[in-house]
């Protein structure tokens, strides 16, 4: 009995926080089942881009590894996100990875497990700031 309010309860909760989304997460065929080390990254993660810093973060098929690039401005000198994201995932992991988030925007479905044990490594790198340097003298 408890298992089920407890599942109903977790559905309306998830029902009411999809309607306060900005955007959806796109289908996916299979969530990616992530350990609790990467959902405390993505928690960082989105502590840091909040609702209007870029950034991207890319998670391993496994949930084990992930790796998140960001700016603390709204402007830097990254041409992209995703591309830092991946490769420092996929450095890690050593195989393929996918981008979870884009800014605070989910771009594939997960899933929280606690099966997948413990391990897997993780990592960030905050991009460079743009620098409009105004007092800049050509001679």
């Known amino acids: 009995m408890i ?3 407890t599942i109903a309860v ?11 989304a900005p955007a959806a997460a796109p289908p996916s ?8 080390e990467t959902n405390a990254e993505i928690a ?7 609702s209007t810093r870029p950034g991207a973060f890319a998670v391993s098929a496994d949930g084990r590894d992930s ?3 960001y700016c603390e401005e709204i402007s830097c000198a ?3 996100y995703t591309q830092p994201a991946l490769r420092g995932c996929q450095s890690y992991s050593g195989a393929p990875c996918t981008i979870l988030f884009t800014r605070n925007e989910p ?9 997948a044990g413990t391990g897997g490594r993780h990592g960030s790198e905050e ?13």
């Open 3 to 5: 298992h089920t309010r």
């Open 67 to 69: 790796f998140f690039t």
């Open 44 to 50: 960082k993660y989105l502590r840091i881009v909040k």
């Open 78 to 80: 990254a041409p992209s």
């Open 10 to 20: 977790t559905l309306l909760a998830a029902l009411a926080l999809a309607a306060c």
């Open 29 to 36: 065929r299979t969530p990616v089942a992530i350990t609790p």
């Open 107 to 115: 771009r594939l479905a997960f899933t929280r497990t606690e099966a």
């Open 127 to 139: 991009q460079r700031e743009l620098d409009f340097d105004v007092n800049n003298k050509r001679n």
